[in-house]
């Protein structure tokens, strides 16, 4: 068997223009022998051994495709793309709140935090990176089932027999809240992104829900992140607080009906 520090001597014999057979002693008297470049030499290979072992993209274009994921996320290996926030375990996976890493976080900021086609529509084709979180089906380590929300990072998450629910609660930085259904079956989501009162933001994605302004009171008696209500307590990374699933379930279904 060849082992690794061999076929690395055989990489660089090659890149020098030497066979594997070549000895490198003195030759004939009159002759002049070149030596191997070695340093160098070496730290192409090195190169060379790093590019191909790099990882794979975490998903392919075309679940990217469909799961409107664009394709500078897509492309980054899972290591890059995946910070995960929390995670609950069902039996489709382990459904995952993340975030973008921070390295990519840091590397976009050459571009003001912009990943994505620049010329693109935010957020179909570019996003921030700083805001944008998504939920994640993933299953012995890759990823299922994507489900991107740019501006709109997912808090909280609770899965029932038949549905997941998540979504944002809207603080100063991204002050509109969303409400998100996906049924366990078909892995379709239902989005609805509540307005805040003021400085709320204008593009989301176009597959969303927007909720008519007011909608604020009737949000805050659903999700109860400020007061003591009873209700469902739901796993979150911002803190503990509960939620009312029938009144979830109403302004999810009422808002996406109407439009």
Known sequence: MVTKRA?????????????????????????????????????????????????????SIEDALRDGVIPEIAELPFNRRVRTELEETSDEGVWMLTGLSRAVEDESMEN????????????????????????????????????????????????????????????GGLPDSTLVRIDRDTLEATVVVIPAPFDGGTEWLPTWHIAPAGYSDTYDDAVHVNSNAPGTPVSSWIGDFTVDLDAIDQIITTISAAQ
């Open 7 to 59: 076929l690395l001597l055989i990489l660089v014999l090659l890149a020098a223009g030497c066979s594997p057979g070549d000895s490198g002693a003195a030759g004939s008297p009159g002759t002049t022998v070149s030596t191997v470049p070695t340093t160098t030499t070496t730290l192409a290979v090195t190169t060379t051994l790093e590019a191909v072992a790099e990882a794979p993209p975490s998903q």
């Open 112 to 171: 003001g935090c912009g990943l994505g086609d620049p010329l693109g529509v935010y957020p179909v084709d570019i996003v921030c990176t700083l805001e944008y979180g998504e939920l994640l089906l993933v299953d012995e380590g890759k990823i299922s089932k994507a489900y991107p929300m740019p501006g709109a990072p997912p808090s909280w998450i609770h899965v029932t027999d038949d549905s997941v629910y998540t979504g944002h609660i809207g603080d």
